[in-house]
């Protein structure tokens, strides 16, 4: 693919980002689109295969669209550490002490 020198990187953490999150492609596209994206919805699903490239400027609103979606997402739940549980166990006790 051509367009700058990393477009092929961007185009797979793009990618990556969708897949990850579990997005569809019309989704993706709603979003882009909503942010003044100019590429139709099957063209945006060719970039993502690497089959076409796209415009830096529109590859970069794809981005946007991505990482906004991605925002927009509930917390995933996170492992806790050893000293947190320590802590959390310890208040607990100290509140059932009183």
Do not use: K
């Not at 990618?15 to 099957?42: K, M, P, Q």
């Not at 000293?83 to 009183?98: I, Y």
Request: with cysteine; hydrophobic share 40%.
């Amino acid at each position: 693919m051509a367009g700058f020198p990393y477009a092929e990187e961007q185009r797979a953490s793009i990618n990556a980002a969708i897949v990850e999150a579990g997005f569809s492609t019309g989704e993706v596209w709603l979003r882009y689109f909503s942010l003044s994206g100019e590429v139709e919805e099957y063209e945006v699903e060719a970039y993502l295969a690497g089959l076409i490239p796209l415009p830096p400027l529109e590859c970069d609103l794809l981005a946007l669209a991505v990482n906004e979606m991605v925002d927009d997402l509930p917390p995933r739940r996170r492992a806790r550490f050893c000293d947190d549980l320590v802590r959390a166990h310890s208040a607990s006790e100290d509140d059932t002490e009183q």
